[in-house]
């Protein structure tokens, strides 16, 4: 029997069900992977992470190659292209591993219906989470709306069930198929129209390993402490390797566990927080599977303060937060290594979007599609979440009251201004009494620093404490409407 294996978000061969079944069940195998042309034509993920993609595909290509298959590869709308290869190489099945966009969700039905009018078998795998939405129901059977219940039968269920990882899989001697893309090489990413750019983050199932490694032997321990300072390598960084699925999940999970049960000097406290985090992740992914409207709109309608009008001042303001020139430091700092490495911390990401939303009244639907464009980690569901977090109209229970205070957060997270030295370097000889709010810096000071507020540095867009009063006047003249 001859089975190929549409790789998607899953680059890896390790706790790998697509691939592992296939192998047990098929004489030959075909590993495929689609380049999605009309995604590509769109720009919605930007060169950090096709960059990235690349790399990845480049690494299990190799890992392929060492055990003597190739890996196929093929440009084009996916539907069409994935079902003329099945005619092309006559397969018997195809074998892929679920996506739970509901972009990603139509595209597999359309698929499952075109191979099977052509007589060709499909089998598809839980992979991407650990539960899917469909495990995972209040006790009416209804989707769960909110973290704190969710993340309490998430548990229940691990502890009932225990989802194992499964080994690399072994491959015949007979597994690979001649195909027209065997020999080529993988395209660049000028062939795929965006700029070549070094990760900023190693790709590839090997570096995924290692990253996690270093991570549960040693950051994972002040996690939660770690993870909100941005100065620091105190975050995982797997994020990227979970959205292209060179990492699972479920080995994650435990490894983090397997931490816990050495005993030593390990905190507790610290890796059930990380684990959280995952937990999290699989939360987003069953929202947007349950709810796929949030993809284009709020999760639910609530009375927030108006965004502003479309017009020269609202583009102004945008392009002033997109560029890291609002005047804020901490702001600018994560804008710009947003947008020169695809990476920002989970505590900055926030920051920086409370603020467009916020301070700048800018709607969260903007920011949300920049953030996609740039991101290595660029992730529908856990994107999606975090901004509808932040604008009060996702499945948080808080209404719209959570704004934070660049200035504070920055004292608070950065304290000493390592992170804003790094990525807005015009504040590098700024005292540091002043670095978090520099545009409070007497004249003198700002001689001495080589920075003058307006001229070296911007002058902030917005009085934070007066855009908080008109942000929450506005919004409880909504609520009294």
């Known amino acids: 029997m001859r089975g190929i294996v549409w ?51 480049r690494e299990l290509a190799s890992s392929l190659a060492a055990r003597g298959v190739m890996l196929q590869w093929r440009r084009g709308e996916p539907v069409s292209t994935v079902v003329q290869v099945a005619q092309e190489l006559k397969a018997d099945v195809v074998y892929w591993n679920r996506d739970y966009e509901p972009a990603a ?22 992979d991407h989470v650990v539960f899917e939405a469909e495990e995972i129901r209040s006790a009416t059977g209804e989707p769960l709306q909110r973290y704190s219940a969710y993340r309490a039968r998430w548990w229940a269920k691990w502890q009932a069930t225990k989802p194992s990882p499964l080994t690399s899989p072994a491959f015949k001697v007979s597994t690979s198929v001649p195909s027209r893309s065997a020999s080529r090489s ?48 105190g975050s995982s960084r797997l994020s990227p390797h979970f959205r292209f699925g060179t990492l699972s999940v479920r080995t994650a999970v435990h490894e983090a566990l397997a931490a816990l049960a050495k005993g030593g000097r390990v905190s507790r406290a610290d890796v059930l927080t990380w684990i959280d985090e995952l937990v999290w992740r699989d939360f987003f992914q069953q929202v947007l599977s349950a709810f796929p409207h949030v993809a284009k709109g709020p999760f639910r309608h609530v009375a927030v303060p108006p965004v502003r009008e479309p017009g020269g001042e609202r583009d102004r303001l945008f392009q ?22 695809g990476w920002m911390p989970n505590r900055v990401r926030m920051i920086a979007a409370s603020f467009l939303i916020k301070d700048l009244r800018l709607d969260w639907q903007s920011g949300e599609r920049y953030f996609m464009s740039q991101l290595l980690d660029a992730d529908v569901a856990a994107n999606n979440g975090n901004w509808q977090w932040c604008a009060a109209t996702g499945t948080d229970a808080m209404r719209g009251h959570r704004i934070f205070n660049p200035a504070l957060q920055s004292k608070k997270f950065d304290p000493g201004g390592e992170y804003i030295c790094l990525y807005v370097p015009e504040l590098a000889k700024v ?17 001495r620093a080589g920075c003058y507020i307006g001229r070296d540095y911007p002058a902030p867009l917005v009085d934070h404490r007066q855009a908080r009063e008109e942000y929450l006047s506005l919004g409880k003249q909504r609520t009294a409407r």
């Open 7 to 57: 790789f998607r978000r899953d680059l890896r061969l390790h706790d790998q069900p697509a691939l592992t079944a296939a192998c047990q069940e098929c004489d030959e195998i075909v590993p495929l992977f689609v380049f999605d042309e009309p995604l590509l034509q769109s720009d919605v993920f930007g060169p950090a992470c096709v960059n990235f993609m690349l790399g990845c595909l």
């Open 105 to 126: 969700i139509e595209r597999d039905r359309q698929v499952q219906l075109a191979l099977a009018e052509r007589g060709i078998r499909t089998k598809t795998f839980k």
């Open 186 to 233: 993988l395209p660049s990413p000028i062939e795929l129209g965006c700029d070549p750019v070094v990760p900023w983050i190693d790709p590839g199932e090997r570096q995924a390993q290692m990253r996690l490694q270093e991570f549960l032997g040693k950051s994972v321990h002040v996690y939660g402490e770690g993870r909100n300072r941005p100065g620091i390598d």
């Open 320 to 341: 002033a937060w997109r560029e890291g020139q609002t005047g804020y430091p901490i702001v600018d700092a994560g804008m710009r290594q947003l947008n020169r490495t």
């Open 431 to 447: 005292s540091r009494k002043w670095i978090h709010e520099p545009h409070l810096m007497p004249v003198d000071e700002q001689t």
